[in-house]
């Protein structure tokens, strides 16, 4: 058995469908599941001693994306999903800007980001922050991104998606000023690509664990910079928050170095613990050998688009995309079905069939999804 045969067959869904979605879902993996069950395990036997015995799975999945892109453990901050992780990366910005007395400022997004990363600027002008924002639009050199001409020295950040959801492009991380904090949505590519230069690059790196990284929804994770957790720290504060969790010191808070500090209360231990598990399958697998099979088995699916003649306004090169390839096809919905009706499962996202094209997936299953697409598409 080759090492990307071991890995599918920890998917039982893949012994019953091509599944092509998994920048939506990742399916369920047997240790995942497994894992998530000795939790409940011990709720069903222990009741109150899950408090005891399971926050280890927040370390563990620390530890794990901390070997995984080149980062210390203790800049990874547990989130609930992506939007939660880019709303605290943006709650470190908004703070340092009112330590500094709140000049006037703008943040640059780019229009390729995802709501998840959009909003939570949106919402902070909503609610009376007198903050402008630049969009930069989509230009056909990724390289610079669009952002040339709108990052200033009053920009406080500018926030993209590293892989965007729409057209499954990959944007280079932009040049800025060293007063600009750079924040990434890494949704589409953590797990797909090794993030080692992007971590390194960006001061605030967020992403789920659900998608590309094999976990359940409800989890997320957002790599900080440590000077921001150093010179900031959390926001908001819980009990977890708190240096030493036994005090109970109502009237005075010391909250804990670096990540740590970021807990609140008590967190969802079973969905934690299937996050560590999905992590556990890609470091095992290697992030480079998976998204070497990514790159490979998308080349695949390119060359059999191009020679049916299907549009598809993702960029070809590997640099400029990850595992997410759409495809212009009229009615996409309709085809969905009927993909779906031989055992195929693609996604439909703003009007294109999106195909995520995964580690597990093989050369046989690409085959059969480019004939079918003929089928359906050019001999109808
Ligand atoms: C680029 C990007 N960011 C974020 C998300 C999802 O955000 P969340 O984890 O908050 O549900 C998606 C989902 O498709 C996405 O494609």
Redesign the pocket.
């Known amino acids: 058995m080759t090492s990307f045969e071991a890995l599918r067959a920890l998917f039982p869904l893949c012994s019953r469908r091509a599944y092509f979605f998994a920048?939506?879902q990742a399916p369920l993996a047997t240790p995942v599941r497994h894992a998530m069950e000795a939790v409940m395990e011990v709720w069903e036997q222990d009741a109150w001693r899950i408090e005891e015995r399971e926050w280890r799975h927040l370390d563990d999945a620390g530890e794990t994306i901390a070997n995984l892109f080149g980062c210390d453990a203790s800049e990874v901050v547990i989130a609930?999903?992506?939007?939660?992780?880019?709303s605290i990366a943006t709650g470190l910005v908004v703070a340092r800007w009112w330590q500094r007395g709140s000049p006037p400022a703008n943040v640059v997004v780019h229009a390729?980001?995802?709501?998840?990363?959009s909003y939570t600027w949106l919402n902070l002008v909503r609610v009376g922050a007198p903050l402008e924002i630049r969009w930069a639009e989509r230009v056909s050199d990724v390289r610079s991104g669009g952002f040339a001409g709108l990052v200033d020295d009053a920009t406080l950040a500018v926030v993209l998606?590293?892989?965007?959801?729409?057209l499954g492009a990959r944007l280079a991380i932009p040049a800025v000023p060293e007063t600009t904090a750079v924040l990434l949505?890494?949704?589409?590519s953590a797990g797909a690509l090794d993030l080692t230069a992007e971590v390194r690059l960006c001061d605030f790196v967020?992403?789920?664990a659900?998608?590309w990284l094999f976990g359940p929804?409800g989890v997320?994770f957002l790599i900080a910079r440590r000077s921001w957790l150093d010179e900031i720290g959390p926001l908001f504060a819980g009990w977890a928050s708190a240096e030493d969790t036994m005090r109970m010191e109502l009237r005075s808070l010391t909250v804990a170095a670096g990540a740590r500090g970021f807990r609140l209360g008590m967190p969802n231990f079973v969905g934690v613990a299937g996050a560590a598990a999905g992590l556990r399958i890609t470091a095992n697998a290697g992030i480079q050998a998976i998204a070497g099979r990514i790159e490979s088995l998308t080349e695949r699916f390119y060359a059999g688009v191009d020679a049916l003649g299907l549009a598809s306004p993702t960029p070809r090169a590997f640099p400029q995309r990850a595992g997410i390839v759409v495809l212009d096809l009229p009615d996409p919905l309709e085809l969905q079905r009927t993909l779906l009706d031989g055992d195929i499962d693609v996604g439909v996202?703003l009007g294109r069939l999106r195909i995520d094209l995964h580690a597990f997936n093989t050369e046989a299953e690409v085959d059969l999804l480019l004939d079918r697409l003929d089928r359906l598409c050019n001999r109808r």
Not at 112 to 117: E, G, K, Y
Request: aromatic share 6%.
């Open positions: 920048g939506a609930e999903n992506t939007s939660h992780a880019m390729n980001a995802h709501p998840a990363s998606s590293h892989v965007d959801h729409a949505d890494a949704a589409q967020g992403f789920p659900y998608k929804p997320a996202e």
